[in-house]
């Protein structure tokens, strides 16, 4: 197979996982015989350094000529300290987010075994998890309007969905669950917002054309209560913008860390794959970054973009195999690991190179 895919690292460590996602990607072309031919480009921080523009045109039209994406993270501290700033390196992410249709980011958060001491929660309520998040990514707060008043002491960001935007997802969402176990939970606020309430009117008309599909409603607030009690209760989650960020980040708990969560966005063009984390500033640069969801990322774009099933499970597997060897990044080591399996990121990278 011949496929052209562009790299875009970001920020922070999302330079540093990215790097072992691209060379998983060239190890999988080798073994396999297939040619990928990679392009790079920047956006976020280093764009704005380099451009003035958090995602040059270049990036967008390059982005727009691939066949799949594998990004990064962007992000710096300098904006996270400066509100005020009118240029930010996450505009560059929403904007391609926006370009090329990418309203459906999907999220799986499946447990390695391996795994179960490396999160907060007791290993017997997390034992078995599988969830798919479907997390709409172009509406809600994200894209309204956002305002001040004249004396600044006013803010107001609007909330908006139109019932095309919930019924793509939800129709992408439903799909899914008939694949799984066919069971689907739309997760909202209906009893206090008015989007909420359209979305909810939205995938209950969805649904009644998915009847073997069991479908629940949950509360935001509820949900992120549930997903921690009793994470075994869910499947397939079918959420709006804000709350799919921030119910999502909670899930990474069930995973292990954020280190672990691998992530596809994918709409009416090209795939955008990334991990789920951020350009986490507290330890970039230092080499400790656990390139595993940026690899897992990789699974995902293998099968979803290019139809490569083998070749995605062989990546899954081969990160099985090095979990299973006892090898952990720091984010996912416990008082149980011995200090000759905690690894860098390129330690990290190239076990799991080697198991593929
Ligand atoms: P973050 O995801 O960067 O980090 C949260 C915590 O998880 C940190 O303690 C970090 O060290 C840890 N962590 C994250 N990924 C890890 C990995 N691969 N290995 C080990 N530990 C990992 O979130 P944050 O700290 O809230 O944000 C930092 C910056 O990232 C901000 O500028 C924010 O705007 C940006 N951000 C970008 C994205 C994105 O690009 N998609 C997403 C979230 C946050």
Same mark, same amino acid.
């Given at each position: 197979?011949?496929?052209?895919?562009?790299?875009?690292?970001?920020?922070?460590?999302?330079?540093?996982?990215?790097?072992?996602?691209?060379?998983?990607?060239?190890?999988?072309?080798?073994?396999?015989?297939?040619?990928?031919?990679?392009?790079?480009?920047?956006?976020?921080?280093?764009?704005?350094?380099?451009?003035?523009?958090? %995602?040059? +045109? =270049?990036? *967008?039209?390059?982005?727009?000529?691939?066949?799949? #994406? !594998?990004? &990064? $993270?962007?992000?710096?501290?300098?904006?996270?300290?400066?509100?005020?700033?009118?240029?930010?390196?996450?505009?560059?992410?929403?904007?391609?987010?926006?370009?090329?249709?990418?309203?459906?980011?999907?999220?799986?958060?499946? %447990?390695? +075994? =391996?795994? *179960?001491?490396?999160?907060?929660?007791?290993?017997? #309520? !997390?034992? &078995? $998890?599988?969830?798919?998040?479907?997390?709409?990514?172009?509406?809600?707060?994200?894209?309204?309007?956002?305002?001040?008043?004249?004396?600044?002491?006013?803010?107001?960001?609007?909330?908006?969905?139109?019932?095309?935007?919930?019924?793509?997802?939800?129709?992408?969402?439903?799909?899914?669950?008939?694949?799984?176990?066919?069971?689907?939970?739309?997760?909202?606020?209906?009893?206090?917002?008015?989007?909420?309430?359209?979305?909810?009117?939205?995938?209950?008309?969805?649904?009644?054309?998915?009847?073997?599909?069991?479908?629940?409603?949950?509360?935001?607030?509820?949900?992120?209560?549930?997903?921690?009690?009793?994470?075994?209760?869910?499947?397939?989650?079918?959420?709006?913008?804000?709350?799919?960020?921030?119910?999502?980040?909670?899930?990474?708990?069930?995973?292990?860390?954020?280190?672990?969560?691998?992530?596809?966005?994918?709409?009416?063009?090209?795939?955008?794959?990334?991990?789920?984390?951020?350009?986490?500033?507290?330890?970039?640069?230092?080499?400790?970054?656990?390139?595993?969801?940026?690899?897992?990322?990789?699974?995902?774009?293998?099968?979803?973009?290019?139809?490569?099933?083998?070749?995605?499970?062989?990546?899954?597997?081969?990160?099985?195999?090095?979990?299973?060897?006892?090898?952990?990044?720091?984010?996912?080591?416990?008082?149980?690991?011995?200090?000759?399996?905690?690894?860098?990121?390129?330690?990290?990278?190239?076990?799991?190179?080697?198991?593929?």
């Amino acid at each position: 197979m011949n496929k052209k895919i562009l790299v875009i690292p970001g920020d922070g460590i999302g330079q540093e996982v990215t790097t072992w996602g691209k060379k998983v990607l060239e190890q999988i072309a080798k073994k396999y015989n297939h040619t990928f031919s990679f392009d790079e480009a920047i956006m976020g921080h280093t764009a704005i350094e380099a451009t003035g523009n958090p %995602l040059p +045109d =270049e990036t *967008l039209a390059k982005a727009k000529a691939t066949d799949a #994406i !594998l990004f &990064g $993270a962007i992000g710096h501290i300098k904006y996270d300290n400066d509100p005020s700033a009118k240029v930010r390196p996450e505009q560059g992410l929403l904007k391609i987010r926006k370009e090329l249709g990418l309203y459906a980011n999907l999220r799986p958060i499946k %447990l390695f +075994d =391996e795994l *179960l001491g490396a999160s907060s929660i007791k290993p017997q #309520i !997390l034992k &078995g $998890a599988d969830i798919l998040f479907f997390r709409e990514l172009t509406g809600d707060v994200y894209f309204g309007e956002k305002k001040r008043s004249e004396d600044r002491n006013t803010a107001s960001d609007l909330m908006i969905y139109s019932r095309y935007e919930v019924e793509r997802i939800a129709e992408k969402a439903f799909k899914a669950a008939q694949t799984r176990s066919k069971k689907l939970c739309s997760v909202d606020k209906a009893n206090v917002l008015e989007s909420s309430r359209l979305w909810r009117e939205v995938v209950q008309d969805v649904a009644k054309k998915y009847p073997d599909v069991q479908t629940e409603h949950m509360f935001i607030d509820n949900a992120a209560m549930q997903l921690i009690k009793d994470p075994k209760k869910f499947d397939v989650v079918l959420t709006a913008n804000l709350f799919g960020d921030i119910l999502t980040d909670e899930a990474s708990q069930i995973a292990g860390s954020m280190g672990m969560l691998a992530s596809a966005s994918i709409g009416d063009s090209v795939g955008f794959y990334e991990p789920i984390h951020g350009s986490a500033h507290d330890i970039a640069g230092k080499g400790i970054a656990n390139p595993l969801a940026s690899i897992l990322s990789v699974a995902l774009l293998l099968d979803i973009s290019f139809g490569l099933k083998t070749e995605s499970n062989a990546v899954i597997t081969s990160v099985e195999k090095t979990l299973k060897q006892g090898y952990r990044c720091k984010d996912i080591a416990d008082s149980t690991t011995p200090i000759d399996k905690i690894c860098t990121t390129s330690q990290m990278g190239e076990i799991v190179i080697s198991n593929l």
